[in-house]
Each structure stands twice: as structure tokens, then as C-alpha cells.
């Protein structure tokens, strides 16, 4: 009869508990580190979506600084590649990104008057916003730009 309890096959109590407590330590271990990557993939992508929207602002103010005054549909590159400035200030920026990184509604709006402190900030919208340009899951941005100057020279040969 005792030699039927020594030949049975498994794992002992004990056994099972230092399995359960090293799967245990483990965890604990592991998830606070997958949280943190999470959120700073969060901050990463919120960073990324500022400085897209950033981007794609400056290029539509510049296309509009430089429109040629007697034909709206022609730009006066001269005003950039010229002996010209373009100086830009005082735009505030609110732009729509969805989770692919693509802007699909941006309004720029020109400030005037004396340039506030230059600001962005970018948040993940919980519900859809009023006016149907945020849905649920996009990031809405918004941002100042006080000073937006360029100077260029005209090119050699050009």
C-alpha cells in the first residue's frame, strides 16, 4: 500500500503554491512596466499629433501670407525666395486627428492684436464633440503660434 502513494504521478501542494507564487511575482512585475510603455506611447503619439498639425498650420498660413495680391488664385513666391519676409503672428489652431495620425478638420484662425504665450496641447477625445468634427478616439489639438517669420533668398539660377 505505500508503495502505491510513491508511484502516483503529479505535483505536490507545495510544488503547485512556488508555481503560483513565482506566476504571482512575475505579474507584478511585468504589469506596472506594460502600463508605463502605454502611457508613454500615449504621450508620444500626442506629441506626434501636435507637431503634424504644426506642420500642416505653417504650410496654410505661409500659402496664404504669400497669395498674390491682384490674383487669389496665384502666389507671389517672391514674398519667400525674394528679397522678401513673410512674417506671420498671433494664429490660433484647432485641428482634429483621428487614431491613424490623419487631420481631417483644422481651423486657423488669424488673432491679431498683442501675441499671446505660444501654447499647444493635445487631448484624446472621450465622446464625439458637438458639430460632428471629433469622433470618439480622435485627438483634438489645439495650439497658438505667436511668431511665424521666414526669410529667404532667391536661388541661383532661378
Known amino acids: 500500500m505505500n508503495n502505491k502513494i510513491r508511484n ?3 505535483f505536490t501542494l507545495a510544488e503547485l503554491l512556488i508555481v503560483v507564487a513565482i506566476i504571482a511575482v512575475l505579474t507584478a512585475i511585468a504589469v506596472p512596466l506594460f502600463v508605463g510603455a502605454l502611457s ?19 504650410s496654410t498660413i505661409l500659402l496664404n501670407e504669400t497669395k ?11 514674398k519667400v525666395d525674394g528679397a522678401g519676409t513673410v512674417d506671420a503672428t498671433n494664429w490660433k489652431v484647432i485641428a482634429y486627428v483621428d487614431a491613424k495620425g490623419g487631420i481631417h478638420d483644422m481651423t486657423i484662425q488669424a488673432l491679431g492684436g498683442t501675441a499671446p504665450a505660444e501654447t499647444s496641447s493635445c487631448t484624446e477625445l472621450t465622446a464625439n464633440e458637438s458639430g460632428g468634427k471629433g469622433l470618439k478616439g480622435d ?14 533668398t532667391k536661388a541661383a539660377g532661378g
Request: proline share 0%.
Open 68 to 78: 498674390d495680391a491682384t490674383d487669389a488664385t496665384k502666389y507671389d513666391y517672391t
Open 40 to 58: 508613454n506611447a500615449k504621450e508620444s503619439v500626442k506629441d506626434a499629433n501636435v507637431r503634424a498639425v504644426r506642420s500642416a498650420a505653417v
Open 8 to 10: 502516483r504521478k503529479g
Open 139 to 152: 485627438y483634438k489639438v489645439e495650439m497658438t503660434i505667436t511668431s511665424l517669420k521666414v526669410t529667404g
